[in-house]
């Protein structure tokens, strides 16, 4: 259930090399559900669970990386109010029209203090999960193809600005901090992980130089179980696996990360805890971010923290 006017992640456009390779990629080892291909040439796909027309969209370009996050509020007059409580807080918005995206309404699109592209949104056509709204089974056929994540469920982003970006999530978007890892003096931010519902996080930032950075894509599963499948796939697939399977102490979160064909990095997951935004936040201090990060191994991989797209 959310908590705040915006409800949950709702879709990223990714860039990548080559489209024919990563819908491939995405339709039949992550186990996607293609929903549709636009004049522009983007092809839309969403998590067989989701019932939103869309989540993953990828347009081909000359580098990879993540063109914009789009988070779904709760109708027209939370967007049009997010709308006016952005501009007074002094960013700038643009309106871009019903249909740019494929079954998408107006958005509000912002860039935010570490260099990314937001979009916020009331309406989106539901196609559903391919089960009736009345008496459904468990799980489609749909659920047992490749990986079959349940749904887009966050992303991790690399960016400067971190302390005048969690104030704008926090005192304009309505989010809360959740946890946070410091640097070595203490008081400075590395990272903040942020919330606008009861999930561990929707988001979450790292301290970066250069702006607009994709650390990776997260995909919900349910269990360990389907973790270990998930790396059985990747494996299966020769699919490019970074860490994992493992587990973090930030969050919680049971995992595994990979390279799409293009080298995004994307996380497919199980558990984590539930928050609230009286819950005060959890902090990490910078001699003890290796088990925060792989509480198993209790130390840091310079690949993992340093490759971005």
């Known amino acids: 259930m959310a908590t705040t006017g915006v409800m949950r992640p709702g879709h990223i456009q990714l860039r990548v090399l080559d489209l024919d390779e990563s819908v491939e990629f995405y339709k039949n080892v992550l186990g996607l559900v293609e929903t549709g291909r636009d004049a522009a040439g983007r092809v839309y796909f969403k998590a067989w669970d989701e019932r939103d027309h869309n989540s993953v969209i990828l347009r081909q370009a000359d580098r990879a990386g993540v063109d914009l996050i789009g988070f779904k509020v709760k109708d027209k007059a939370t967007l049009e109010q997010l709308d006016k409580d952005l501009q007074a807080y ?22 935010i203090p570490t260099g990314h592209v937001m979009e916020l949104y009331a309406d989106k056509t539901d196609v559903g999960n391919g089960q009736p709204y009345t008496n459904p ?44 890892v410091l640097l070595e003096d203490g008081k400075s931010l590395l990272a903040t992980f942020i919330s606008c519902s009861h999930k561990a996080h929707d988001l979450a930032f790292v301290a970066h130089p250069e702006p607009g950075k994709l650390h990776h894509l997260s995909f919900l599963l349910d269990s360990w179980e389907k973790v270990l499948r ?53 902090t990490w201090t910078f001699d003890e971010v290796g088990a925060g990060i792989f509480y198993h191994d209790r130390k840091l991989n310079e690949r993992f923290l340093t490759v971005v797209t």
């Open 137 to 180: 089974d468990p799980w489609i056929a749909a659920s047992e193809h490749g990986i079959a994540p349940h749904r887009f469920d966050h992303c991790l982003l690399y960016g400067p600005n971190l302390e005048e970006n969690l104030k704008l999530f926090t005192e304009v978007l309505g989010f809360h901090l959740v946890e946070r």
């Open 230 to 282: 998930a790396a059985d796939i990747m494996s299966m697939n020769r699919v490019s696996i970074d860490i994992g399977p493992t587990r973090h102490g930030i969050t919680r979160g049971s995992t595994i990360y990979a390279f799409d064909p293009s080298g995004n990095r994307f996380e497919t997951f199980c558990g984590g805890y539930e928050t609230y935004p009286d819950h005060a936040p959890i």
């Open 90 to 111: 002094g960013v700038a918005t643009e309106r871009i029209p019903a249909g740019e995206l494929l079954e998408t309404g107006e958005r509000v699109r912002f860039t």
